[in-house]
């Protein structure tokens, strides 16, 4: 082949390639740009596309891409913090669990926990979790010593002893 994309026959002469076929004028499609979209896109009365914009969570962190029209929702909700979606659905479960402080109440209760998941957690989780453990029990004695049972009687349950080994009687029964 000739540099300039040509074929040279066997007699030393140069053959033109034929033509590209002509496409149909039917199947071609125009490009469209982003800003003819916007036009058809109000034209249609769809309104044009808004700009999206990463969110932080203010409880746990997360960024999400969000426009400003559902920032501005989730912060009126919210007195005015932006939390994910996540986060929203925790502190709505705490706000059911404990009515009595609202929804600002469970907004700051989930804010501290996941405050302190950050700071303890993510660093020492061995650490993180005996707390944990250590508040769960806290809450379970606050829950039975508000119970009508006294504290006494759940401590002075008769304990299963052992009063003689089984050895004697394995070897009486061997012999």
């Not at 109440?105 to 250590?134: D, I, V």
């Amino acid at each position: 082949m000739a540099p300039n994309g040509r074929r040279k026959s066997v007699s030393g002469s140069v053959v033109k390639p034929p033509p590209p076929p002509k496409l149909e004028t039917k199947s071609l499609q125009r490009t469209l740009s982003d800003i003819s979209l916007n036009f058809h896109r109000e034209e249609k009365g769809l309104g044009a596309i808004t700009e999206v914009e990463k969110a932080k969570c203010e409880c746990c962190g997360m960024k999400e891409e969000c426009t400003k029209e559902y920032i501005e929702n989730v912060r009126e909700k919210f007195f005015g913090k932006w939390i994910c979606g996540l986060c929203s659905e925790a502190v709505k479960e705490e706000k059911e669990k404990n009515e009595e402080n609202g929804l600002e109440g469970a907004l700051k209760e989930h804010m501290s926990a996941c405050l302190r998941f950050n700071k303890l957690g993510r660093e020492y989780p061995a650490l993180f979790q005996a707390e944990a453990m250590r508040d769960m029990l806290r809450k379970c004695t606050r829950s039975q010593s508000m119970s009508s049972k006294p504290m006494s009687s759940i401590h002075n349950k008769p304990a299963i002893s052992r009063t003689s080994s089984c050895i004697p009687a394995i070897n009486r029964d061997l012999n």
